[in-house]
């Protein structure tokens, strides 16, 4: 043995047959000597195939036991000489001899019809056999050209869904109010055109104060999170959902309640009056119009009673509104006029229902009235507030309704 | 307070996929990927060389949670493009993968993993034996529109030519032997293997399946242990996959009264680098490996091997495992391993062969090779 097994030397290079070798030799000492027990493979062999349930023989291990059955049949050898003459009588076996002799013939004679069955019967039997395995044959390729045939057709059903999905993929990128798939993220968007979140949690102060003593809430579509730690800040106990990913990740870190979802799918699963409060602030009019129907009717499902619905939106009232917020966001399908929602709140038999125009436009953005108190001045001022009216309506709009 | 949309919008992926569309892409199918699967792997590292030329997707019928990232489902292929190529693996039958491949006309460059023969498994599994005799017929079915056809090794090779596919290019996979051996063994089991199981261990790993003859082995450790007196251990690591056949064999070992063979089941690399550092020699009696990634994994920890000459094996290992023949029975493997166990001068020249078995199969970049036979049909 070398001392540095990196160096072997040509000597070392054990011939591995040889190792084989030796090692069959091994086992033949060790049967001579007795020490293995003769069938001790085949032993284990048929413990192991116990344990493993009985399985089917192969079709080919059964042929090659019918073709040895039927060579046995074959060689079955018809003669008066297989006929046993012993007997337990004295005399007996004479007798028998005597009465074989005497009847040769017709034992012959029977035997030799025997045989002529017995082959006659033997090669029913293999042409049984090869029906057998004829029919298999045409089985198994019967059944593949069927299964070519299905597969086929579905690799046709394949090619047409996956043409109609196509189609309908960009149908929906073209139909305008249809959802948006950003490549930009939400938080961005939001802090671009929303303002900070300081800006919104004083906005939303009064807001979330109506939910005192509503737990539990959810907020739907929770955005940046500001009105939920108002909540959470006023001791209400509050869950968000909300699509978008990145949001929900930073809501989490931030260790708000929240999960991914969709606002009306996941309304749909929770308990029948098991709420106190539903947020939805800025929301709604990204909802189809199907949608804010089947709100109302959830929300008023699933609070209890004395439960509140808390949401905002943009005013359509206001024109001003159509030349900022609403367009701005390439996810707004439409908005929802208030007098409609609160139809809708009405008709769902909420018990109060109050209506709150918020976000007043500035007054550096609106009409000025003429100087001058002159019936003409007048006349064009009052003109011009009623132009104000329709075009600088307040920006938003919240409903507070209670079941 | 910002978007909640009424329904999912469209993915990023298939927008992405959709502004491609138009490209030449090749892309990859597999009818299962999951973490670790050989298969996936090696598709994944396929397609970031692949990506160097085009676009190269991963798409799969059956994706676990932990790959849903990396590999895409088959339906969020395209339908809207046939320019590109369909890099196929095979290595079971799956009907939605058949119908599939059946309706693009992109021409196929077959990937061959090998489909294990059916017989294993009929009684075991009559449904997952189906699907591999659907395998099988699949590859006749398609063999006109392949148009480069690949096998792992000389033996799968030439399970395709005997369907009637020409000039198959032999690729053995991309292998990493050496990235086991770079993880950080886990300390809680070197800790266990080194105080509480003492003397010889021995190691298998792979899944518990019928044609791994994991049953056989546990006869040869009977046979070792009563009739050669053997003190040794051995590790069963792998997955799971057939409870009939697992539990069948898990029966064997409590019926034959053999506390010294444990069935570990599936571990991570950390725990499975600790226990190839231990191993006394890797033993496997499988009868049908297409090409059996952990043989090389073994060689980079110096572990000797012990395994039939069955199927890729001997390609595999080449000369650097004792080889038994494909009839061995449970006294020849017993004896084989008692040897193997006893004998440190065998066990250090396998160890020695097996580092220049390595050597040359580590030598050639199957990536580069793929990527010279694809550029040969474009």
Known sequence: MPSDPTHESAADRADLDTVISELKARIEERRVAGEYPGDLEATLDAHFDRLVGVRPRSSPALHAELQEALQELNQVGFSRARIDPSSRLPGGRLIHRTMSRALSRQIDGVLSQLEQQNHLVSHAIALLGDIATTLGNEFDTKVLQQLDDVQVRLAEQVRDVNQIEHQVAEVRERVPGNAVDAWYGQDHFTASFRGGSDDLRVRYATLAEQLVGCDPVIDLGFGRGEFMELLTELGVRVRGVESDTQLVTSARGRGLDVEQGFAIEYLRKVEPASLGGIVMIQVIEHLSPQHVIDFVELAAEKLRPGGKVVLETINPASLYTYARAFWLDPDHARPVHPNFLEFLFREAEFAKIAIEFRSPVPESERLMPLPGDDPQTRAINENLERIGALLFGDQDYAVIATR | ?378
Not at chain 2, 83 to 105: D, K, N
């Open chain 2, 1 to 378: 307070m910002t978007i909640t949309r009424r329904e999912p919008a469209v993915p990023a992926e298939r927008r992405e996929r959709d502004r491609r569309s138009g490209e030449f892409g090749i892309h990859q199918i597999l009818a299962a990927a999951s973490p670790r699967d050989a298969i996936t792997t090696a598709a994944l590292e396929y397609r970031d060389v692949l990506r160097k030329v085009g676009p190269s997707e991963v798409y799969a019928r059956h994706i676990a949670p932990a790959s849903a990232g990396e590999v895409l489902p088959l339906s969020a292929y395209g339908a809207g493009s046939s320019r590109g190529i369909l890099v196929y693996h095979s290595s079971i039958g799956e009907p939605m993968v058949s119908a599939f491949l059946r309706s693009r006309p992109e021409p196929i460059v077959l990937v061959y993993h090998n489909i294990t023969p059916a017989k294993y498994f009929v009684g075991v599994d009559d449904e997952f034996a189906q699907l591999l005799m659907l395998g099988r017929h699949e590859l006749e079915v398609i063999r006109d529109r392949v148009v480069l056809s690949i096998a792992a090794s000389q033996f799968n090779a030439a399970e395709l030519e005997a369907i009637g596919y020409e000039d198959v290019h032999v690729i053995p996979p991309v292998v990493h032997p050496f990235r086991l051996l770079q993880t950080e063994p886990d300390a809680p089991t070197v800790k266990y293997l080194d105080r509480e199981l003492h003397g010889p261990l021995l190691l298998f790993v792979g899944q518990l399946l019928p044609h791994k003859r994991v049953d056989l082995l546990v006869k040869a450790m009977h046979v070792a242990g009563t009739y050669l007196g053997l003190e040794a251990r051995l590790l069963l690591v792998g997955q799971n996959r057939f409870a009939s056949y697992a539990d069948a064999v898990a029966a064997e070992i409590r019926e034959l009264n053999l506390p010294n063979v444990h069935v570990v089941g599936s571990v991570e690399d950390a725990r499975l680098a600790a226990m190839y550092r231990r191993a006394t020699a890797f033993v496997t009696m499988s009868e049908h490996e297409g090409f059996c990634v952990p043989l090389l994994e073994s060689l980079a920890f110096d572990v000797p091997v012990l395994a039939k000459a069955c199927a890729a094996i001997p390609e595999t290992v080449g000369d650097a495992g004792l080889l038994l023949p494909e009839w061995a029975g449970a006294e020849l493997i017993a004896e084989a391993i008692d040897r193997i166990v006893a004998d440190e001068a065998l066990r250090r020249v396998l160890i020695e062969r097996g580092r220049s078995r390595l050597q040359e199969l580590t030598q050639a970049d199957a990536r580069v090779s793929l990527l010279q036979a694809i550029g040969s049909v474009l």
